[in-house]
């Protein structure tokens, strides 16, 4: 039956004579197409002699030109050395040991270096002084080919020579000489005896010189304190494996609390042995890496901290404090923990991150009292030398015309100074202004000469980490660029003709090695002296400038001071460090921008952490948008006048009244364009101190963030994190904690690893290796040195902001975080479970998808699982991923044509496709389209084109060469020679790798352990990726 | 006074004579030695350093002893005494000793107390002999050359020549019997019939639905297996034969001289890459050798191979007349012949030292080479087949120990393919 229907287009058809239907019916356009406006001038294209016909044959006889020339096959040169150096096999890696010491990141590390270009930062497993490579430190390869790198000397913007250079700098020294102003070197924490040395030396040539110390991100006020009671300059070293009970205020240790590297010991009491394991107590306002790993963490306001040491100081050493205002809860907590505390003696220990001198003190005098033996103030930590108060009083007589020459090494004070338009004020009052830089900073464009510094993987240097350890730094490629390093400057300046270097080799053979082999300790990297075993705080120097730091602080008054100082009005900001940024160094580099934040899982950006409550009191907010990002309102955030814009994002776990906002970005100078990310938080970092009182009003706007993860319950799915509490890993059996899953197979429950219910066939795997890479949830902090490592080994391209934000990241290795819903994932299961009928279970779902206000935390290292029975391999339309008998699941790039099924079928979400050509286009203008940032590739393993889908390998380059390297020998493999990147990287020794057919092997025996599960182990994938059930030794007391 | 002068000057030339005839005994005695034996000890003992008529790390050495005598006032004996033990001599304080020491910059000749009088009798009877003339030498050779190839030449034409007359001959013969033929049917009035109402070839074959069916099918099957052999060698580059910077030759190097792959490219054995050797691997032996003394022909003539080691003296910087480097060296840019994809992983060591494969199973036989050419096609079903066909070498390995018998005894064979090993898997090569 046809229909009469007519439809409307619009109204004026009603209309039988309406003029512009009538119009509308003879056009097909409403008005006349402008095809003059875009096709140009009209009077050019009429005079021009290109006809149409002529314009078809050009670009017919150039696309016929263009597709003959591609037939010829490109010529490819092979250029030989001329004279081969004898340690350079083309194709085969040699390993350096050094020391990154840039101030604010210490290790000693591996470089691998190929053809003479450094590629990776490994961790040097021979140095047990004190930290391992983090994701910085392993990301730090990437900044020696920073293409924004200054090239050579410059003065007021020109390049000079470095003879024109020092002549200069010399005559301006010269004439300084004897006048009434000073010279003042403005550096980094060096550590270095041989700096030092070198900078008495030049004290002694020119006579006024000042050597100031300071480091951006301050611990002065911990430094003050173990100055007062140990009379010397240094903070205490902890060392957390010998802890059972840690009890920590406010002190982020697993992340750069003074100095960082505490991950490793801490690490090792996390995984249960015979039953016993350590107990974290954190009190905390921010939600750090630190609070994520506690069994317990209590979010307390800076003010309530400070009470909260007070009272734990009184309740442990029955000095009375009156100690009031802390809520009733918080009390229950404070006391239990100060009963924990007693109880472990000396295997307890407490730290503070309250920078405030009294509390410092208070917890040096706790430690003592407890004689803890985590506790080691002899060995000192010399990694954070700066001083405050010289910094502050430094600006002040730059300002008063007092200073006639400053030089800075490794500083950036206008970018990283609360007052830095003082400081660039003071700049101008000085004669002679030089910055040793490796870029054209914030600080470096304001100083008269820029004296281009080299990459530490370029430099000479020593280090003493911690008293009586010493490490060496050495380069390993020649300098790229025309750059010399300050200490070369100095001994020019002091016109000593040595090579640093060689000045290096003197000092130590003379004052350190004690006859040691000096080739021996390059070798190594380091070299720890006798003295370290002995009582070595007396070799620390006496730093004493301040009358007032000779005086010791009575410990009963340095509590009592402290709970009188904890007055608090509004909320309190706490500034903080993030794990990928750090102090803000390297924000060119692209690896770290895109790390995703271990708690906030958000790449390139800083924020304002805000509690819930606090956001909801504020009118701030969190929202998703249609493809699944997550955007929040910004707010004006103002410290003593000074007001900055951030975008906010709430935080679980953030201690009600309080925010957080961390360093490092915001920079503007010597960054491209696609860093220069977030806000600048130093501008409110007044007097050095990490909090702050201030307020927060909402401001206009919607920022746009890039997460990987939002904040994300588990919703009770305890297969995905399985973990448990001690006292039941202890006492019930493993169904209980760590269940096989089963499935109904003729009405019997059956576990899904019996072959009965498996769609596959079981292949023999029996015979040679059969790699398994066993994730410890207990020793994972979460730190992320494995994404970079990871990153860094299997040249995984960076994509950017946006490319983030549309959940397009790169990374093969991934760290997943889940929050509990209920206070604890536990309470999430219960709820869970006794959720029934439709109408309880849609609002209690619903609930559960919210984070609780102080959650649980868990982190769960993901990447491709190498499933033996693999959901991807079976869907691939072109065979392009298989599997190996050695376990690895295999993605033949060349063979893969992009249609993506893989990655919908893999059950683990590990695949990551190709968009684009992130190697040779110009919209992603990271390290991978310049010649100088390719120089970072691993020649071994290829670079993916656009089109095709990658994931984690498994190292298979990495077990590939373990095996050939004992093929040419000759020899079995033994355990602990597999490794891959991330393996290597990951110093808690979470991450385990190895063959589980060798019986002995350490990763064969964790497959039998009875934590270990595999990730959704209901899906029946077999996978070759195991993990270790989190354990929380929640006993109180 | 004539006579007198007369008697004087008979005197004088009885005493010339006399002369004349010791020198003639002395040179006499020089040539007491064999010439041919010391040929054999000079390259076997000496060559290293010493050239007849070049200054190479030492001097010189054609007709050293005549040399000496007439210069120096020095004897056989010295030479003896310096040959044996050139740094005793040196330290005794002989002054020419000591002026040959030093103008070498310092370096003693290495000492050869083995050598009996005898044997370095042989050396200087070999370095006394006369230079042979080297132009007239190379004209002879580059004329008999001439010669041989021309007599090929003219067999061949000849041959050609005489069946394309004979084909012309047999050509012009048809026609004028034709013309013939129809001349004497012209005269004899007969007609001749011509073909009308035929139809012509093409045409039928045209109208024949079947014949053009199969055709088509014929042409689109054929022609598909040409696109298809076309487009399977897109990128496959065998034979392959860039010309280089600098000729070098594998023929003379590998083939006549017999020098082992793997001490050039000698990362072959540790490494994934073979290496192309560094200036300072071929400098090793170039430093002596700096002319072409081997077989030649007219192509690659003598001053052709040396003009190459010029070019390799100006690229490592050697100042060749001087013998020492002048710092100022040029890299050379090779072509690279085999090229393999980024995505193809491949490992030297791994055939080279592991499985113990020889260089020529994947490159051919580069010892007859005179120009180096891809020879394999380096794709992917060439590794496969090889990986199937060839077993693992496990013999003395102890890695291999284990995981071949266990896998032997799976598979029911005594030696394993390297594919059985796993070599097929993709993983192996493509990461």
């Known amino acids: ?1037 | 006074m004539k006579k007198v002068i007369h008697r004087k000057s008979s005197r004088n030339f009885l005493r010339l004579g006399l002369i004349v005839l010791l020198a003639f005994t002395t040179s006499l005695s020089a040539q007491e030695g064999d010439p041919a034996k010391g040929k054999s000890l000079f390259n076997a003992n000496c060559a290293a350093c010493h050239q007849l008529d070049k200054k190479m790390t030492g001097p010189a050495l054609r007709q050293v002893e005549s040399r000496l005598s007439d210069e120096q006032g020095l004897d056989r004996d010295w030479l003896y005494s310096w040959i044996r033990n050139s740094s005793g001599l040196i330290k005794s304080g002989d002054a020419y000793a000591n002026k040959v020491y030093n103008e070498f910059g310092g370096a003693a000749m290495t000492a050869f107390p083995q050598l009996s009088d005898e044997d370095i009798n042989n050396i200087l009877a070999y370095t006394a002999e006369e230079k042979k003339a080297p132009a007239a030498q190379a004209a002879a050779t580059g004329a008999a050359a001439q010669t041989t190839q021309a007599s090929g030449g003219i067999s061949n034409e000849i041959i050609l020549g005489a069946l394309a007359i004979l084909f012309i001959l047999l050509a012009l013969g048809l026609y004028l019997v034709n013309k013939t033929l129809r001349r004497f049917a012209a005269a004899k009035n007969i007609e001749l019939e011509l073909e009308t109402g035929r139809k012509p070839l093409w045409k039928a074959f045209v109208e024949n639905q079947f014949l053009m069916i199969v055709v088509a099918i014929f042409f689109l099957l054929s022609s598909a297996y040409f696109a298809y052999g076309y487009l399977m060698q897109v990128g496959v580059d065998q034979g392959y034969q860039p010309v280089q910077p600098i000729h070098f030759s594998h023929k003379v190097h590998a083939g006549d001289n017999g020098v082992d792959c793997k001490y050039c490219h000698s990362s072959a054995r540790v490494s994934k890459t073979s290496g192309i050797p560094s200036l300072n691997v071929c400098m090793n032996c170039h430093k002596s050798i700096y002319e072409y003394n081997g077989e030649t022909t007219p192509e690659y003539s003598k001053e052709f191979y040396d003009g190459e080691i010029k070019k390799l003296y100006a690229a490592a910087g050697w100042d060749d007349a001087e013998q020492k480097y002048t710092g100022d060296s040029k890299p050379v840019k090779w072509v690279r012949i085999h090229n393999l994809p980024d995505f193809a992983y491949f490992n030297h060591s791994q055939h080279v030292t592991v499985a113990g494969v020889e260089c020529q199973t994947c490159h051919g036989p580069v010892e007859e080479m005179e120009i180096m050419y891809q020879h394999a096609p380096l794709t992917m079903g060439w590794c496969i087949n090889c990986h199937r066909e060839t077993n693992v070498d496990v013999k003395d390995n102890g890695y291999y120990e284990k995981i071949h018998e266990e896998l032997s005894k799976k598979y029911g064979v005594d030696n394993l393919t390297a594919a059985q090993m796993g070599g097929l898997e993709c993983g192996k090569c493509h990461y």
């Open chain 1, 1 to 1037: 039956m046809s229909s009469n229907k007519k439809y409307w287009k619009s109204v004026e058809e009603l209309n039988e004579n309406s003029s512009i239907v009538e119009t509308l019916k003879q056009n097909e356009f409403v008005s006349e197409i402008p095809t003059d406006e875009f096709l140009g001038d009209k009077d050019t294209l009429e005079s021009t002699a290109t006809t149409r016909r002529d314009f078809l044959k050009y670009v017919g006889f150039s696309t016929a030109a263009a597709t003959l020339a591609a037939c010829e096959g490109p010529v490819k040169k092979s250029i030989p050395y001329v004279v081969q150096p004898t340690e350079i096999i083309p194709g085969v890696a040699n390993y350096y040991a050094t020391t990154i010491a840039d101030g604010f990141d210490f290790a000693s590390v591996l470089v691998k270096t190929r053809e003479g270009r450094p590629i990776k930062i490994e961790n040097n497993n021979l140095a047990t002084t004190h930290g391992s490579a983090n994701a910085r430190v392993n990301a730090s390869v990437l900044g020696l080919y920073d293409s924004l790198r200054v090239q050579g000397p410059k003065k007021e913007g020109a390049s000079i020579s470095w003879d024109a250079f020092n002549a200069e700098t010399t005559k301006a020294l010269t004439s300084l000489k004897g006048s009434d102003k000073e010279i003042v070197l403005l550096t980094q924490t060096f550590a270095s005896p041989s700096t030092r040395n070198l900078i008495a030396d030049f004290n002694e040539e020119y006579g006024n010189v000042r050597h100031v110390v300071y480091d951006a991100v301050s611990e002065s006020a911990a430094a003050d304190a173990f100055q007062k009671k140990y009379g010397k300059r240094g903070l205490a070293d902890y060392d957390f494996s010998e802890a059972m009970t840690i009890v920590s205020v406010g002190a982020d240790f697993l992340g750069d609390w003074q100095g960082g590297g505490f991950d490793a010991g801490y690490s090792k009491n996390r995984i249960p042995d015979h039953g016993k394991m350590s107990r974290h107590i954190q009190f905390e306002s921010n939600m750090s890496l630190t609070g994520a790993n506690a069994d317990k963490r209590v979010p307390l306001t800076p003010t309530q901290q400070k009470l909260a040491l007070a009272k734990i100081y009184s309740l442990v050493t029955g000095n009375n404090v009156s100690v009031s205002g802390l809520p009733e809860q918080v009390e229950a907590a404070v006391k239990s923990a100060a009963a924990q505390l007693k109880k472990a003696g000396s295997k307890g220990v407490i730290v503070t991150g309250i920078q405030d001198v009294n509390a410092q003190t208070v917890v040096l005098e706790l430690n003592e009292y407890l004689t803890s033996k985590a506790f080691s103030p002899k060995t000192a930590l010399k990694t954070k030398e700066g001083n405050a108060q010289a910094v502050t009083q430094l600006v002040e007589d730059m300002k008063a015309g007092k200073v006639g020459a400053i030089i800075m090494s490794g500083v950036n004070p206008v970018y990283t100074l609360p007052n830095a338009s003082d400081f660039t004020e003071g700049l101008k009052k000085v004669q002679l202004s030089v910055a040793f830089s490796m870029k054209e900073d914030e600080t470096s464009t304001q100083t008269q000469y820029i004296a281009a510094a080299p990459h530490y993987l370029e430099s000479w240097g020593d280090v003493e980490i911690k008293v009586g350890h010493y490490a060496l730094t050495q380069p390993a490629i020649r300098p790229l660029f025309d750059t010399r390093q300050f200490q070369d400057a100095l001994l020019a300046w002091t016109n000593n003709s040595q090579s640093y270097s060689d000045y290096i080799k003197t000092i130590w053979n003379e004052d350190i090695l004690n006859g040691a082999s000096f080739n021996q300790a390059l070798h190594d990297g380091f070299y720890v002296s006798e003295v370290a075993e002995l009582d070595a705080i007396d070799t620390l120097e006496d730093k004493t400038t301040n009358p007032e730091m000779a005086e010791a602080i009575a410990p009963a008054a340095a509590a009592s001071a402290l709970v009188s100082s904890a007055k608090s009005n509004g909320l309190e900001l706490t500034l903080y460090t993030k794990t990928g940024m750090g102090d803000g160094q390297q924000a060119n580099n692209p690896w770290l921008q895109e790390f995703p934040d271990p708690i906030t899982r958000t790449s390139w950006d800083n924020y304002l952490t805000v509690s819930k409550a606090d956001a909801d009191e504020l009118g701030l907010m969190n929202k998703h948008v249609a493809n699944g990002a997550l955007n929040g309102s910004y707010a004006n955030v103002t410290v003593n006048g000074v007001t900055i814009k951030a975008p906010v994002m709430i935080q679980p776990g953030q201690a009600k009244g309080t925010v957080g906002l961390s360093f490092g970005y915001g920079r503007t100078a010597g960054l491209k364009e696609e860093m220069q990310t977030g806000v600048n938080a130093y501008a409110l970092y007044h007097n050095f101190n990490n909090v702050q009182n201030v307020t927060i009003e909402a401001a206009s706007g919607e920022h746009e963030f890039a997460s990987v993860q939002l904040h994300n319950t588990l919703m009770g799915r305890g297969d995905i994190v399985k973990e448990t509490t001690l006292e039941i890993f202890n006492t019930k059996d493993k169904k209980h904690w760590n269940a096989v899953p089963v499935v109904s197979l003729n009405h019997e429950e059956t576990p899904v690893t019996s072959p009965e219910v498996d769609l596959w066939d079981e292949f023999d795997r029996s015979i040679g290796h059969h790699f398994n890479l066993s994730i410890d949830l207990n020793a994972c902090t979460g730190c992320g040195a494995c994404v970079i490592a990871c990153h860094a080994e299997n040249n995984v391209p960076v994509v950017g902001k946006s490319e983030v934000r549309r959940s397009r990241d790169m990374h093969w290795l991934r760290i997943d975080r889940y929050y509990s819903s209920e206070v604890s994932f536990e309470g999430d299961n219960e709820k869970k479970d006794n959720i029934s009928g439709l109408g309880s279970s849609l609002s209690e779902f619903g609930e559960m998808e919210h984070a609780s206000d102080n959650p649980q935390v868990a982190f769960q290292p993901v990447m491709c699982q190498h499933c033996n029975h693999a959901p991807c391999e079976t869907v691939c339309p072109v065979a392009a991923t298989s599997h190996g008998r050695q376990g690895q699941n295999h993605m033949a790039y060349n063979r893969c044509v992009g249609t993506r099924y893989c990655a919908n079928n893999c059950p683990y979400k590990v695949r990551r496709f190709n968009w684009f050509l992130y190697n040779g286009n110009d919209e992603f203008d990271y390290h991978m389209n310049d010649d100088l940032g390719r120089m970072v590739l691993n020649p071994d393993v290829v670079v993916r084109s656009r089109g095709v889908m990658e994931k984690c390998s498994m190292c298979i380059q990495m077990t590939q060469k373990t095996i050939l390297d004992a093929k040419r020998d000759g020899r079995e493999i033994k355990d602990g020679e597999f490794q891959t990147a991330c393996s290597a990287a990951c110093s808690s020794g979470a991450m385990v790798f190895g063959d589980i057919n060798d019986k002995d092997s350490k990763v064969a025996k964790l497959k039998e352990d009875n934590r270990m599960y595999h990730l959704l182990e209901h899906v029946g994938t077999k996978p070759n990726v195991q993990y270790q059930t989190k354990v929380r030794n929640t006993t109180e007391a």
